[in-house]
């Protein structure tokens, strides 16, 4: 796993931090020639349950010794430690069109605290929901209303228990969810990308930080 601090401001180098723990070994800000950003990497691996938790990420100026504001927490959720797999399903139906409403419906026989969806590509980050019990099946209803083009693509989910809230089940069957009118054919590939995550300046020097690929293992908030 690769984790990726970018900042718009020029900083000597860049510290990622996990909750409740001290500092991680710094790295050296490098520059981006193509975009005129900073940037620093942190390779993380092979990752474990340990890894599990929330992040944040500072830069730091030797001539000041000034740390920028840390950025928005994000969360790492690490997949296949709860024994149990849901399902999902969509309703009405897989393909309906533009400004329909949608249900995405995951389930387990055995207990989920709570459910998270995920929808594949850069950007996206996780949707969490407590689990409902009804008719003996452990659920959670994500509701989609006025579905436009940019709700179409592969959803899965995952289901997670209170005790270790950050390991997360296996994913369940992938859905995919086409609006029509749509043009472009979206497809699923089964090698998953090395998570990249960005920690962008924010407008009063506060780094941001969202999620540009995703990984069965990854930072959840930093997917999808």
Known sequence: MTLQCV??????SFILTK???VFSRPQDSQHINSTGKFQALFHIGPVTV???G?????GYKNSTYVWSKPSDPLEIHITGQVLFTPTLSVSPDHRVSSGANVILLCQSWHQMDSFLL????????LQHLRSVLQAGLYQ??????NVTFTDRGIYKCYGSQDTFPYLLSHPSNHVKLVVSGSSEDLSFSSQEPI????CDQGPR???EISAVSAASKRLRGWDA
């Open 140 to 145: 959670a209803k994500f509701i989609k209303n």
């Open 19 to 21: 909750e409740n723990e």
């Open 118 to 125: 995920s929808k594949e590509g850069p950007g996206h980050s």
């Open 7 to 12: 900042s718009r401001e020029r900083y000597d």
């Open 50 to 52: 340990s890894h599990r």
């Open 195 to 198: 998570p990249t995550f960005v």
């Open 54 to 58: 929330r992040v944040r990420c500072y």
């Open 205 to 207: 020097g506060q780094a």
